[in-house]
């Protein structure tokens, strides 16, 4: 299972984490910020639960493509 966080408060709009796993990840038209798709929110960390481990690789691109580092990947 992968587990993906986002800290949405943090984003600054930069738009990478959509263009490496657009399945994942969408821009708000409201406030410009990434939107973690399916995810539940917990005092601002967006968490994303995908049994699914085929998008490990788009997303642990979107993480290191992330210039302010507000999202993790993990494999449990």
């Known amino acids: ?3 993906i966080t ?3 408060d943090k ?5 990478y984490c959509a ?4 399945n994942q ?5 409201k406030d410009g910020k990434s939107v973690l ?8 960390f967006h968490t994303l639960k995908e ?9 642990e691109k979107a993480a290191e493509a992330c210039p302010v580092r507000i999202i993790s990947v993990k494999v449990i």
């Open 6 to 8: 986002l800290q949405r």
């Open 19 to 22: 263009e490496f796993a657009p």
């Open 37 to 44: 798709l399916k995810s539940v929110n917990k005092k601002g």
């Open 1 to 3: 299972m992968v587990i």
């Open 51 to 59: 049994p699914n481990m085929s998008v490990l690789n788009d997303c």
């Open 11 to 15: 984003c600054i709009g930069c738009n």
């Open 25 to 29: 990840f969408r821009m708000s038209k």
